[in-house]
């Protein structure tokens, strides 16, 4: 189970009518935080493994198809989903099991911290931007039909 660090005091609201002050310590013994590492110790695999083998089998059955720059789009994004699922979820769960935590170890420098957040957050915005791009190639596949298999290739969806 993860445990705080250090006790800290967190005070919400300064308002003297609403002045709340609960100690960290006091969250991981309730209920509620305990349920919910619960559903992160068990559903986090679980989701993560659904997910890695259906982007395979996404992969493997955009395979059959000729390349076009549809294909080429959705295949990036089976990619890229799976690693963000292997990056975000997978990675962060197994250290969690083992009682890392990254960005807290002494340890690690500030390099590797900043390459970690880097990738973590490069991995979440690039499955987004690639839905982006597909939909912006379905919108001109519909406006201009007949430049379709001019302007949308392979090549130049690539660069």
Known sequence: MYRFPVS???QQNKSPLFSVEMNVNDLSTTKLFKTSLMIRQIG????SIFGLCVNVLSVLALRKYTMTSTTFLLTLLSCTDSLTLIYSVLIPWVLTLRGYD???MSNITKKSCTMDLFLTYFWLQLSP???VLITCQRVYCVLKPARVQVVCTVKRTFL
């Open 8 to 10: 800290t005091t967190i």
């Open 44 to 47: 986090s695999p679980i989701i």
């Open 102 to 104: 990254l960005r807290t």
């Open 129 to 131: 931007w690639t839905l």
